[in-house]
């Protein structure tokens, strides 16, 4: 890959329709595209040199970090292949629902350098799924009583 174009690579992630994050070994973000700033409401400028706590709610941050640890630990996430629904914050503080898919990064020596996530909103699908549940159970009870009640045929 040491003949693909920088500025390609560059392009790429910045235009990449799901937020790109790239934190070093210390936590400390060192890619932000555009994508994350319309996402999660931070500037690239503001973001970047941050550590990951801007954009994790705190009950989540000790199990957080001891996964991060663990994956850069080990070289590799228990979690590559699979997208994650879990919570993060927004600049204001709002908690929201985002699908995290996440990969270790090596430079050209195999050394880890870091950690990459790739992260898409999906709290709107996320709280309309959960109302239909929510529904499904209420009209499942209602079932269930109606179907006690009557009388044996």
Do not use: C
């Not at 000790?62 to 879990?86: C, I, N, V």
């Not at 992260?119 to 709280?127: L, M, Q, T, V, W």
């Amino acid at each position: 890959m040491a003949d693909v174009n920088a500025d390609l690579v560059a392009g790429l992630v910045s235009q990449a329709p799901d937020a790109v994050i790239f934190a070093g070994t210390d936590g400390n973000i060192q890619v932000w595209n555009e994508a994350a700033a319309a996402m999660f409401g931070h500037t690239a400028e503001q973001a970047i040199g941050q550590n990951l706590d801007l954009i994790i709610p705190e009950q989540f941050r000790e199990a957080h970090w001891k996964g991060f640890d663990r994956a850069l630990e080990a070289g590799d996430t228990k979690y590559r292949g699979q997208s994650l629904p879990t919570r993060a914050t927004r600049a204001g503080g709002e908690p929201f629902y985002v699908e995290l898919s996440f990969a270790i990064v090596r430079d050209a020596s195999g050394t880890v350098i870091g950690a990459l996530a790739h992260a898409r909103d999906i709290n709107e699908r996320f709280e309309t799924d959960r109302a239909n549940r929510r529904k499904m159970r209420e009209l499942e009870a209602e079932l269930k009583t109606l179907r006690e009640g009557a009388p044996a045929g």
